[in-house]
Each structure stands twice: as structure tokens, then as C-alpha cells.
């Protein structure tokens, strides 16, 4: 066994706290057939990078503003199989009120409608794509998260489950 000291926990959300893989699947490929993206039926979408990145990448030619609103008017509306994951509801209620975040490449109303879908409370220190300029590979979400943990960033420990967190 090994023991980690930490004055703060980062946590991402998809894939660490709560399974919404069928959301995103769904919700992407019916955004993508909307757009004739090639390909929209298999669409697979690299986990953990911000929507906005997707949609430059997948359909630059859309008005991004309106592609943007759509994805996340589907998203939104599809939490039909987001489920807390094994662990994550007792571990969250073992944390010190102020020592977490979560730091997330989804927008603020997706966050709170997938935490409440799977039955986890919003915390109050919570970093979405909407609050940084850069998304996950970069160091500023959870730079941010540090922050408002109140810890420096080598004072946390981060668990997170896609490569471009990691």
C-alpha cells in the first residue's frame, strides 16, 4: 500500500466520479449527423477534450457559436444512463469540506445536470470549461482548480482518467 499526503484533491468528473459514456456517444453523433460530419454514426470523440476544440475540429465550417449551443442543448438533455461510479459518492462524503474540486472540460449546466442525474451534489468548488481560456492538456483548469482549493498546485494530488487530463 501506499500512502500520499495532499492539501488538495482534484477530481475530474466523466470517467472518475460519474459514467455518462452513452450521453456523449449519442448526444456527439446525432450533433454530427446534424452537421454531415463523415462518419457521424461511428463517431467516437477523444474523452475529456472541451466541446469547443470538437467542433473546430469536426465542423469548422459550422457557425461555431450555433454548433456550440446545440451540443450542448443535446447533451443537456440526455442524462438517460449518467451514473455515479463505484466509490465516488462515499469518497466525496470522506473529503474535508474546501480540500476538493472538480475540474471538468464539460460547460457548467452539463456538470450540474450530469452530477444531479447520477445523484452527487454540485460542489461549490467546481472548474468547467466556461471559467478557462485553455482546456485539458493544458495546466490551467487545474491550475484553477489549485487555486480555489487554496493550495499550491504541487500540494495536489489530481485523479483523472483521460489522456489529455493526464
Request: proline share 7%; hydrophobic share 50%; net charge negative.
Amino acid at each position: 500500500m501506499t500512502t500520499i499526503t495532499a492539501a488538495g484533491l482534484l477530481f475530474d468528473m466523466d470517467g472518475v466520479l460519474v459514467s455518462s459514456i452513452g450521453s456523449v456517444r449519442r448526444s456527439w453523433r446525432k450533433w454530427a449527423a446534424h452537421y454531415g460530419v463523415p462518419g457521424a454514426e461511428t463517431l467516437e470523440i477523444p474523452h475529456g477534450t472541451r466541446a469547443v476544440e470538437l467542433v473546430q475540429r469536426l465542423a469548422p465550417w459550422a457557425d461555431q457559436g450555433e454548433a456550440l449551443r446545440l451540443i450542448s442543448e443535446i447533451e443537456i438533455a440526455d442524462v438517460e444512463d449518467v451514473e455515479v461510479l463505484p466509490g465516488a459518492w462515499a469518497l466525496l462524503e470522506s473529503l474535508p469540506e474546501g480540500r476538493w474540486a472538480i475540474v471538468t472540460s464539460a460547460v457548467r449546466a452539463l456538470v450540474e445536470v450530469r452530477l444531479k442525474a447520477a445523484g452527487l451534489p454540485v460542489p461549490g468548488l467546481l472548474v468547467c470549461s466556461d471559467d478557462v481560456t485553455k482546456g485539458k492538456p493544458d495546466p490551467e483548469p487545474y491550475l484553477l482548480g489549485a487555486a480555489r482549493v487554496g493550495v499550491a498546485a504541487a500540494e495536489c494530488v489530481v485523479v483523472e482518467d483521460a489522456p489529455n487530463g493526464v
